[in-house]
Structures are given as structure tokens and as C-alpha cells.
């Protein structure tokens, strides 16, 4: 990192891997709420699909790092917040379509609060349009943040719209992080006392076209990795107990969901024609676990492409 450089306000990390079908829309709608003198946006990428295309074609001012070899999303994460260099550093999917007012509302709740990390909400993009196999997906990845959400301070945080303060991830000029995992970076800072924040403002809608079945797939590699990461420094006695509990994952994640879920009062018809695929994916991610737990990562943590 240059130590010439001044710091931005707002750096917007987004990692993508072939997602040229959600990209432009995703920019498009980005590019409206940011000040070029003042913010910046930074593409990390790893596609063969056409996406950096694309991306130049619809935000040229915008930071392209494309790499030829296909990294994984928390590679490309890891080297999107090394380039950046703002105060504040929000991470974005690609398939996130920030609302109107999305950057303002970011940076006024790290004006006035004084938590290191903030995210937002998360619906589902064209709701109304949506089938029921688009709607177990959401509710399996972000249900819990659907909008109208109480603010304050909470226990998770969604990964396709967070934010921190500088320090969290850098110390000085250097990165903290080579690749950016968000449970386990939320849980360190949460050891210093400093608390998850959610503000209902920040808004985003997801549009994540993927095939369902892709979809339920990956989710044995996201819990598989997510195990083998937890328990690198654990006992065998404790990686036996976790794997023991991972039957109980499917109904403690429904319970955890659907409450947080159901307590926003709209869309519970969509929430109980799912509950089957929602056991389904949960469950995946539950043998996922059990794996990692049991024999360690394996390849999984290298087939996280979304």
C-alpha cells in the first residue's frame, strides 16, 4: 500500500466470481450513491465468464482486480480490503442491490455509533416475483435480516451487507486479514467487548440467481470449511462433542431463523410452503460440519465461489 495515499471515506469491497448476469445491476445501482472525490469501489475477481467486461463497461471509474487463476470469495475479499483505503470498508455480494440512500444511511451510522461493526438489512430482490425454490434460499442465508428489523446490537450479521471501521482490519497500513472471513473477524472483535450493531436503514435486496440445487450442494462445502476452521485449535475430545450436537443443527437454525423470521410479520406463508427445503439445506450444512469436525477440510474451503 501506498503510504502516500490519502484515505477515502468509503470503500465498497465486492468479490465476483462469473456473475456477469447481476453485476451491472448491482454497480448500477451502487454507483448512483458514490462520490468519486470521496469514496471508492473495488472489484475483486476471479471470472472467465465475461464479468470484467462487464464491470468496466458499467462503472469505469470504478477499481477492477482481476486475477487469471479462480480465487475463492474470501481470497478475493482478502485482496479487495488490502487495496482499499477507507475509513470506513462496507463489504457488498454482487448480488446485492443496495436501496436509495444505502451509502448515506452507512456512513451515519459510523458517525454516530461507536461499534466497529454495522450491517443492515437484506430482502429478497423482486419479491412479489419470486418462487418458492428463490425464497428457501434467502431464508436459508439471510431470513434473519429481513426488513422491518429492530436496530441494536445483535449476534450475527449479514455478510452481503456489512461494514467496519478501518481498524478492525488493518493494523496501521498493514492488512489483518489475507483472507476475509466474517463469522470468525466478528467473533474476535466481539472478544474486545465491542458489539454487533445492526442499523435497519442500510438496506439491500438480493438478487442470487442461482440453481437450487447448486445452491444446496455448496452448502455441505460452507459447513464443512466452517467446521474444520472452528476446531483447528480444538481437543479431539472437543471435535467429537461438536460433531456429536450437529443432528441437533437443522432444528436449532430453524428455531434461530424462523423466530427472527416470523417476529417481522409478513411473507410467513412463503416461510411455511419452504420449512421442507429449509430442513433440506440446513441439514446439508449440518453433515458439512460433521465432516469438518470429524476429518478436517479437505477442498472444501476451495470451492467457495458464493
Request: glycine share 8%; aromatic share 12%; net charge neutral.
Amino acid at each position: 500500500m501506498n503510504p502516500d495515499l490519502i484515505l477515502r471515506r468509503l470503500s465498497v469491497v465486492i468479490a465476483t466470481h462469473n456473475v456477469k448476469q447481476v453485476i451491472g445491476t448491482c454497480l448500477t445501482a451502487l454507483a448512483q450513491q458514490i462520490d468519486p472525490q470521496l469514496d471508492e469501489i473495488i472489484i475483486a475477481d476471479s471470472s472467465d465468464d465475461g464479468t470484467p467486461g462487464e464491470v468496466t463497461a458499467t462503472l469505469p471509474e470504478g477499481r477492477l482486480i482481476h486475477f487469471d487463476e479462480p480465487l475463492t470469495i474470501p481470497q478475493l475479499r482478502g485482496h479487495g480490503i488490502a487495496a482499499s483505503m477507507g475509513e470506513i470498508i462496507a463489504i457488498l455480494d454482487p448480488y446485492s442491490i443496495v436501496n436509495s440512500g444505502w451509502a448515506d444511511e452507512l456512513l451515519k451510522a459510523h458517525r454516530e455509533r461507536p461499534n466497529p461493526v454495522i450491517g443492515g438489512t437484506v430482502d429478497l430482490y423482486n419479491e412479489n416475483s419470486q418462487g418458492l425454490l428463490a425464497w428457501a434460499q434467502y431464508i436459508n442465508e439471510y431470513g434473519m435480516f429481513m426488513s422491518p428489523a429492530p436496530e441494536g446490537e445483535i449476534e450475527i450479521l449479514p455478510g452481503s451487507n456489512i461494514s467496519y471501521k478501518r481498524h478492525v482490519l488493518f493494523d496501521g497500513k498493514t492488512p489483518l486479514y489475507p483472507e476475509f472471513w466474517k463469522t470468525f473477524i466478528n467473533w474476535k472483535t466481539e472478544t474486545t467487548g465491542s458489539a454487533l450493531w445492526l442499523a435497519p436503514n442500510i438496506q439491500v435486496r438480493l438478487w442470487k440467481p442461482i440453481p437450487f440445487w447448486d445452491f444446496l450442494r455448496t452448502r455441505i462445502d460452507h459447513g464443512r470449511c466452517f467446521g474444520a476452521m472452528r476446531s483447528e485449535q480444538a481437543s479431539t475430545i472437543e471435535r467429537f462433542l461438536r460433531a456429536a450436537t450437529t443432528p441437533l443443527l437443522p432444528f436449532l437454525f430453524l428455531q434461530r431463523w424462523g423466530r427472527r423470521f416470523w417476529d417481522r410479520r409478513r411473507r410467513r406463508r412463503e416461510f411455511l410452503l419452504t420449512l421442507p427445503l429449509q430442513f433440506l439445506l440446513f441439514g446439508n450444512w449440518a453433515l458439512g460440519e460433521f465432516a469438518g469436525y470429524c476429518f478436517g477440510s479437505r477442498q472444501s474451503c476451495q470451492k467457495l465461489f458464493y
